[in-house]
């Protein structure tokens, strides 16, 4: 006889497949049908700040029809009803800076930057419950390109790709360990990661040739690594700036010190992907990022990834083989973590609290990828935890995930729960808003409409 609670399950199973259509190639994208889903009895957060405690959302061929209250929003004939009683739907999230292709989690490098484990990275970003990611100047765009259409096309499923055109000094760029694998895959595929300009008429060339294909970020170093490197000169960045506003290209920002950042502002960039948070960026530089709407990632999740015994956390390793998990393990248990001092957390929170006073956007990013073992998706989970710590609210935390990411990114069909938006987004099971751990509760997760499996992708992970 099968036991009472196994037969729930597999009634409950059978009743989301027949309704949503589950019966899908694992990793393969399926065409939308045209039947309404109304999903219903749940708590919508909208990414934009707003929440429906008892809200409706109808879903149709891969988009958001409509949202609202339950007496605003009227069941379309015939339409498949999915009752949420309980749970919690907020839009997928975005992780607006990593580094996409490098990470195998069985090893970390140029050698393994290709089709199958960028592939492989994107969907384990779904099975975190993100739909978008940004990776910022470390790929070559006619690749990404590919791998992109053939996620439209349908050919898998995963998050969105989103890749910058990089630029820097002639030679330099990202730090002497990663810049190495950055030009070894340039070497291998014959496609351009890195352009060095030494002077503004170079800057203002390079940022023609990317518009011309059709490329819709740059990303720039303006770093010095500590003396190791040279760092971009004023002239050069700001020329890079105005010939990409007269292209509509966005200028997001590598930069370590904050004496940099008011030449940067004045230059017109579009975001800083290391943003400065604490002291040093004080009330008038705040103040001046808000009045031309320039956002800042933080990256706090990068300087504490070795603070905490990750190989004990379900969550992450529910997703890694054995031996990466006993590596982790291993190597935590050799070394002496340090947990962020008390002057520097207070410093921290303290930070946000002046950008946010001041309107500055802060917008999630991680730059997983970057470095080994900064995992992508568990990683954005992670920051999610850092900002609400620093104090901001469980909602201010998912809109800089979702809403805000996609705003200074440029997508305008994700990112919220809106009318006309695809339907990316996330079922929870327990409500973030009382604990932002509880994103970490994802019952499903739904791209384009589409429920991405996540039980096959984690039995291929491990």
């Known amino acids: 006889m099968i036991p009472n609670v196994c037969l729930s399950r597999i009634f409950g199973a059978l009743l989301w497949a027949l309704t949503l259509n589950f019966f899908a190639t694992p990793g393969r994208a399926q065409p939308a049908v045209d039947t309404a889903v109304v999903y219903q009895n749940a708590q919508f957060i909208a990414g934009d700040g707003r929440v429906l405690d008892d809200g409706v959302m109808v879903v ?45 989690y069985t090893g970390w490098g140029a050698e393994h930057y290709g089709r199958e484990n960028i592939i492989e990275n994107l969907q384990r970003y ?21 791998i992109e259409a053939a996620r439209q096309a349908g050919a898998y499923q995963g998050a969105r790709l989103l890749v910058a055109s990089g630029m820097a000094p002639p030679g330099q760029g990202p730090n002497a360990a990663f810049l190495a694998h950055v030009l070894a895959v340039e070497a291998r595929t014959g496609q351009r990661i890195l352009r060095g300009v030494a002077t503004a008429e170079q800057g203002r060339e390079a940022v023609r040739e990317i518009a011309a294909s059709g490329s819709g970020y740059i990303k720039i170093w303006v770093d010095d690594r500590g003396g190791a ?16 506003r007269l292209s509509g290209i966005r200028v997001l920002v590598h930069q370590q010190a904050a004496d940099d950042m008011p030449g940067l502002i004045s230059a017109g960039v579009s975001g800083f992907l290391h ?54 393990g291993d190597a935590f248990d050799a070394r002496s973590p340090a947990a962020p001092s008390p002057s520097d957390e207070l410093a921290l929170r303290e930070g946000v ?52 990411a996609a705003q200074h990114l440029g997508l305008t069909d994700t990112g919220t729960l809106a009318a006309g938006k695809r339907a990316d987004f996330v079922v929870l099971d327990a409500s973030p808003l009382a604990d932002i751990r509880n994103t970490r509760r994802i019952h499903r997760v739904f791209l384009g409409g589409e429920a991405f499996d996540r039980e096959a992708f984690q039995q291929a992970a491990q």
């Open 60 to 104: 149709r061929a891969g988009v958001i029809e409509a949202v609202g209250a339950r007496a605003t929003i009227p069941v379309p004939p015939g339409a498949a009803t999915v009752d949420l009683q309980g749970r919690t739907v907020m839009p997928a999230l975005i992780d607006a800076h990593a580094h996409i292709g490098y990470e195998a």
């Open 126 to 146: 779904a099975w975190y419950g993100f739909g978008a990611v940004f990776s910022a100047g470390s790929d070559p765009l006619e690749l990404a390109r590919e």
């Open 229 to 244: 490197q040279e760092k971009m000169p004023a002239e050069v960045y700001q020329a890079i700036a105005a010939e990409a």
């Open 275 to 328: 943003g400065r948070i604490g002291p040093e960026l004080d009330d008038a530089m705040a103040a001046a990022m808000a009045a031309r709407n320039i956002f800042l990632v933080p990256n706090l999740g990068l300087s504490e990834l070795r603070s905490e015994r990750l190989a004990d956390d379900p969550f992450l390793t529910d997703l890694l083989p054995a031996a990466v998990v006993q590596r982790l």
């Open 353 to 404: 609290a002046r950008l946010q006073a001041a309107g500055v956007d802060i917008v999630l990013g991680t730059d997983a990828g970057a470095v080994r073992d900064h995992f992508f998706g568990y990683a954005g989970h992670r920051e999610l935890e850092i900002f609400v710590r620093l104090g901001m609210t469980p909602l201010q935390a998912i809109s800089a995930a979702t809403g805000l």
